[in-house]
């Protein structure tokens, strides 16, 4: 295990598999927030493929896969450089949150960050100046987290490019019961938004979440980091993805979901991929004595993609989102 500053990943030396930490910003107790990585670097030279979790702390799926990935994978067997951070947003791991308890802001709506700012500022700097911009490819491991219902998917660039084009060939390797096409531009702050800025073709996930990580999702999200390998001849063999029941099309931006007009108990009336019309019911939101105080409708036509999962709702929740049918 190494503890490091910053890092080259172009000067790793061949054939080795490690552990190790590199420093973002000191903490107030003199010691260091740092980030934790697991590489793999192949026999021969090849792509780099970054792959990232944890930017929400709440959500554990790209946690566990990413050291079963590790545990899998041979250097003897490998071209290229694999490298993985589990946990990118630590001060949200520690306290389970979604956002960073120290200053409030969402990893995933921070990049590319700054180096001089607050420490999610300077964890989303790091990320976008020191790894996306070795990678051949980038995957981000999200799922709902404590929040949001999501159905298992894999999210790629929508677009008429080499880059886009990668972006699919990626996701279909991948394997999820849903591809979620995203036109650009991709909304600012994310991942990937950084990564498409490089010029760095990009997936990510979801997942069902809810403070828990389900087997099948881990198990999804380990085979389809390796899968992407096999596809960009990282990785001996030939990729086996699961099939894709559903391939959906839109932004892919939970900030513009339908949001609570009031605050109250939720009950949703609709369940998760169900074809909803612009005007329908979705559900109601009551009173501390169960009277409708207001009824939440579809925004438009198309495809429920994510449901809130607390009945507990403020002004300004969001409590759907609703994107559109590719095929």
Not at 112 to 133: E, K, S
Not at 155 to 180: R, T, V
Not at 188 to 196: E, I, K, M, N, Q
Not at 246 to 254: F, K, M, Q, S
């Amino acid at each position: 295990m190494t503890v490091s500053p910053t890092l080259d990943l172009a000067s790793q030396p061949r054939s080795t598999k490690q552990t190790g930490w590199f420093d973002v910003a000191p903490r107030p107790d003199g010691g260091l927030w740092r980030l934790p990585y697991l590489y793999v670097t192949g026999h021969d030279t090849g792509p780099t493929l970054i792959v990232t979790a944890g930017v929400h702390g709440d959500e554990y799926e790209g946690v566990e896969a990413i050291p079963e990935v590790y545990r899998q994978t041979d250097p003897a067997a490998l071209s290229g450089t694999l490298f993985m951070i589990p946990i990118c947003n630590v001060p949200a791991y520690e306290t389970i949150t979604r956002s960073s308890p120290i200053d409030g802001l969402n990893l995933a709506r921070t990049f590319p960050g700054d180096p001089a700012g607050t420490i999610t500022q300077r964890i989303a700097d790091t990320i976008a100046t020191q790894v996306l911009p070795h990678a051949d490819f980038y995957i981000d491991l999200h799922s709902g987290g404590m929040m949001y219902d999501i159905p298992t998917l894999v999210g790629y660039i929508q677009e008429e490019s080499e880059l886009g084009e990668k972006s699919l060939g990626g996701a279909l390797a991948f394997g999820a019961p849903i591809l979620w096409g995203h036109p650009t531009p991709v909304a600012p702050g994310r991942t990937l938004s950084s990564a498409v800025e490089l010029g760095v073709p990009c997936v990510y996930t979801e997942a069902s979440g809810g403070g828990l990580a389900r087997p099948d999702d881990v198990a999804c999200f380990t085979d389809g980091v390796i899968n992407v390998m096999k596809w960009l001849g990282m990785h001996e063999g030939d990729p086996h993805p699961r099939p894709a029941d559903h391939h959906l099309l839109g932004n892919g931006n939970i900030d513009q979901s339908i949001l609570s007009p009031v605050s109250g108990y939720y009950r949703a009336e609709v369940d998760l991929l169900d074809e909803v019309r612009k005007g329908q019911r979705l559900g109601t939101i009551r009173d501390l004595f169960g009277e409708v105080t207001a009824e939440v409708q579809a925004n438009a036509d198309g495809v429920v993609i994510m449901l809130r999962r607390f009945h507990q709702v403020r002004v300004g929740d969001g409590l759907a989102l609703i994107t559109q049918r590719l095929s």
